[in-house]
């Protein structure tokens, strides 16, 4: 089992929808992150989270430690935020890398 | 700041055959990291520095070697490649004044192929 689940592994919604990326975790974790990997490649971290609530523009994380899970938002989407989305996690007690999901790609069509 | 770059971006190798990928931070990161991203799989750590002189293995460290003699930079090598071996690798970098919460910075990643 991986120990980072990400739901739905692809998504498509139309200009304007409200996008939730869902991201359960198994293990104890001291942070979590959320990226973002463009089509050409690139990867940008977008938050990196050890309690409650971020936002940044049109996204906004949580995340609940208790119940070892984490939701990324995108309000009024735009075609532009077409990606896939990955969560990661640093592992308490792990190496000091990521553990990732294996990532979300949405598609918002115009 | 260039941020992370890395050398090369592409490159098809036979098997048997060596390369070290380069990687170089000009941000002052203490922490930097080499992972492989295969369809499928998700991103993997391979090896991780958390600084000049130090290395450790990650979840996929065979096959590989790495080196840091100089903080802003990172090598990983492949001393006789595989097919196994072919992905997109990339470099990160993060702070340590987080540790181990820092933000990590990604370099644009390199595609490999090895026939």
């Known amino acids: 089992k991986n120990e980072v689940e990400q739901s739905p592994q692809n998504l498509t919604a139309q200009e304007g929808e409200f996008i939730t990326i869902n991201c359960s975790y198994s293990v104890g974790i001291s942070a979590l992150h959320w990226l973002q990997q463009h089509p050409g490649g690139g990867i940008v971290s977008l938050f990196m989270l050890s309690s409650g609530k971020k936002k940044h523009g049109r996204l906004i994380a949580t995340i609940n430690i208790q119940e070892k899970h984490s939701s990324l938002h995108i309000t009024a989407s735009h075609p532009r935020d077409s990606a896939v989305y990955i969560c990661?996690?640093?592992?308490?007690?792990?190496?000091?890398?990521?553990?990732f999901g294996k990532g979300t790609h949405l598609i918002i069509q115009p | 700041n260039a941020g992370v770059t890395q050398t090369p971006k592409f490159r098809v190798l036979k098997t048997g055959q060596s390369m070290t990928l380069l990687c170089a931070q000009d941000m002052n990161h203490e922490y930097m990291y080499w992972y492989r991203q295969d369809p499928g799989m998700g991103l993997r750590l391979i090896h991780y520095?958390?600084?000049?002189?130090?290395?450790a293995k990650g979840e996929v460290p065979d096959g590989y070697n790495v080196s840091r003699l100089k903080k802003q930079n990172f090598l990983l090598g492949l001393e006789s490649a595989a097919p196994s071996q072919t992905s997109v690798y990339f470099c990160?970098?993060?702070?340590?004044?987080?540790?181990?919460?820092?933000?990590?910075?990604f370099g644009p990643g390199t595609r490999l192929t090895v026939t």
């Open positions: 520095s958390v600084g000049e002189g130090t290395t």
């Open positions: 990160a970098s993060s702070y340590a004044g987080t540790r181990p919460k820092g933000e990590q910075y």
């Open positions: 990661a996690v640093h592992l308490r007690g792990g190496a000091d890398g990521l553990t």
